[in-house]
Structure formats: C-alpha cells, structure tokens
C-alpha cells in the first residue's frame, strides 16, 4: 500500500492507566487498557473497531486525538507521526482529525448557540464568508437556517448529533473519529445519523474511524473491522470475510451475541 493510499498507522500501540483505588499493598494499580496494537486505515475507507466494553477502543481513539500518552508505539497520519510533531505543525495537523463522541449533550456547551458553536470552529476572520459556512455546514447535516440561534437544550436528541457532525465537519477534517456516533440515540433516529454518516462520506471522501460495539451499525458504514478484546486486537478483516466467516472464536461470539449469525 502506498502512502497517499494510507492515512492512519498506529504502530505497537500500548496504553496503561493507574488506577484510582490502590491495591492491599499500597501501590497503584496498572491496567493495560491497549496492548501493543497495530492497524492501518486507507484513504476515504471506513474502518471499526468493535469489542465490548473494556476493551480498549475508545483508548485508541484518545491516544490518536492526544488526549491520552501511550506507553509506547506510534501513530501516524499522513505518513507523520502525530507524538513527534513540533506544535504549531501538530495544532494544524490535529484540526484534520475530528472526533464524533456518543454523547452530544457533554459535547456541546450549552451556552453556545448553534450558530456560535460552528463559527467558533471556521478557521476565517471573514465574517460573511464565516457565515455563509455556517449555513451551508447547518445544510449539510440536515439542519436549517432556523436552528441558528438555538441553545443545545432548544435541540432534540438526533438534532444535537447532527450539530456534533456539523462542527467536527468545519476545519474540512480528512479522518472523523466516529466513538459510537448513535449509541445514544432511538432506533429510528440511529437510522437518520447512520444514512447521514453514509451520504457525507460519500459527498466529501472522508475517512471514518468508526468505534462501535454494535455490529449493525458497523455492518452499515464500515469496509473493514478489527476486534479487540482485553486491549488486544484479536482479528482484522474486511467486512465482508469478517460477517461471512470470522476466523476468531471471540468473533464468532460477539456475532452470535449480536443475533447476526
Ligand atoms: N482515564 C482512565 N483512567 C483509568 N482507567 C481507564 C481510563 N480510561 C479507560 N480506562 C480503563 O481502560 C480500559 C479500556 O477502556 P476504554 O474506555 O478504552 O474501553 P472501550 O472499549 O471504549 O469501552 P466501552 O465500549 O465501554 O466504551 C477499561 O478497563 C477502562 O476501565
Ligand atoms: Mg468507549
């Protein structure tokens, strides 16, 4: 694979938290949350994680978004690596990966309105062009010119998501980080955000990262999977092979779980 085909390389990725409680001797506790995982993601593909809760997925996510210090390993976008970067090169780097989080309500802050809340993130003193960006994005994510001046609370649910989608849209991103982008909501609004996901990688060629435990939703959007489990990736496979024929006995599981297979 060449390089303008790939786009994300995490390299013997660990990560280790200490845990808050202490054990009988008084030491802190080490979970290892990742352990030594390794993945590349291609260019405009959707590529899962799955696994259940525990197993290190949205760790990943943190260690890419620099949020959380691996122990040890690699990541690297666009053939850089994201932990070496000097910072005004990684502050422009970082604003081409956006994350997507479950849960919209702590997303957003509740005293930005959703007009304030997309422009704080166009990156343009103009202020005409700031707006017509604004209104355009508001389009893109199926929401209207009359949401402008609403408060988070103002929104329902699937509305507030789509403001989420929206604002992780304006720096013009090249990888979104998806952590379980309709967990949170009803089925039949799930379906909307899903289709909705679905019709902006196809408008804008964006690479998704897509974190779920929910094998439908991963059955939608994605091409390829890895699964993780205890903080080890236990099998990668495209979709395909992985819905069809998981090698794995712990992919066997989660698809029996899911009521898949
Ligand atoms: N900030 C933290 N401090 C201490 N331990 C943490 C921290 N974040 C995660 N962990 C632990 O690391 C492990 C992996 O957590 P992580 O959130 O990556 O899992 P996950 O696969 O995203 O789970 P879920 O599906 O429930 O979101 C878990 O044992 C979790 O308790
Ligand atoms: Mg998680």
Same mark, same amino acid.
């Given at each position: 694979?060449?390089?303008?085909?790939?786009?994300?390389?995490?390299?013997?990725?660990?990560?280790?938290?200490?845990?808050?409680?202490?054990?009988?001797?008084?030491?802190?506790?080490?979970?290892?949350?990742?352990?030594?995982?390794?993945?590349?993601?291609?260019?405009?593909?959707?590529?899962?994680?799955?696994?259940?809760?525990?197993?290190?997925?949205?760790?990943?996510?943190?260690?890419?978004?620099?949020?959380?210090?691996?122990?040890?390993?690699?990541?690297?976008?666009?053939?850089?690596?994201?932990?070496?970067?000097?910072?005004?090169?990684?502050?422009?780097?970082?604003?081409?990966?956006?994350?997507?989080?479950?849960?919209?309500?702590?997303?957003?802050?509740?005293?930005?309105?959703? +007009?304030?809340?997309?422009? @704080?993130?166009?990156?343009?003193?103009?202020? $005409?062009?700031?707006?017509? =960006?604004?209104? *355009? #994005? %508001?389009?893109?994510?199926?929401?209207?010119?009359?949401?402008?001046?609403?408060?988070?609370?103002?929104?329902?649910?699937?509305?507030?998501?789509?403001?989420?989608?929206?604002?992780?849209?304006?720096?013009?991103? +090249?990888?979104?980080?998806? @952590?379980?982008?309709?967990?949170?909501?009803? $089925?039949?609004?799930?379906? =909307?955000?899903? *289709? #909705? %996901?679905?019709?902006?990688?196809?408008?804008?060629?964006?690479?998704?990262?897509?974190?779920?435990?929910?094998?439908?939703?991963?059955?939608?959007?994605?091409?390829?999977?890895?699964?993780?489990?205890?903080?080890?990736?236990?099998?990668?496979?495209?979709?395909?092979?992985?819905?069809?024929?998981?090698?794995?006995?712990?992919?066997?599981?989660? #698809?029996?779980?899911?009521?898949?297979?």
């Amino acid at each position: 694979m060449d390089n303008k085909e790939l786009i994300l390389r995490i390299k013997e990725l660990s990560i280790s938290y200490r845990s808050s409680g202490s054990s009988f001797w008084g030491s802190k506790e080490e979970i290892v949350a990742v352990n030594d995982v390794s993945l590349t993601v291609r260019r405009g593909k959707t590529f899962a994680i799955v696994g259940e809760s525990g197993s290190g997925k949205t760790s990943i996510a943190m260690s890419i978004l620099g949020f959380v210090k691996p122990v040890s390993g690699t990541v690297e976008f666009n053939g850089m690596n994201l932990f070496s970067l000097e910072a005004d090169k990684r502050r422009k780097t970082m604003r081409l990966i956006q994350p997507v989080f479950q849960d919209a309500n702590s997303a957003l802050n509740p005293r930005m309105t959703v +007009e304030t809340s997309l422009a @704080d993130s166009i990156d343009t003193p103009d202020q $005409l062009q700031k707006r017509e =960006q604004t209104n *355009s #994005l %508001l389009r893109s994510v199926g929401l209207s010119s009359d949401h402008m001046g609403k408060y988070p609370h103002q929104l329902s649910g699937g509305q507030k998501q789509r403001l989420c989608i929206a604002r992780a849209l304006a720096p013009e991103p +090249e990888l979104l980080i998806l @952590d379980e982008p309709v967990s949170a909501q009803d $089925l039949s609004i799930q379906a =909307q955000i899903l *289709s #909705l %996901l679905l019709e902006i990688k196809k408008a804008k060629n964006i690479t998704y990262l897509l974190i779920s435990h929910d094998l439908n939703v991963v059955r939608i959007l994605a091409d390829r999977v890895a699964v993780m489990r205890s903080g080890i990736l236990v099998e990668e496979a495209s979709c395909e092979k992985f819905f069809s024929d998981p090698t794995h006995p712990y992919s066997q599981e989660l #698809l029996e779980n899911s009521g898949i297979k």
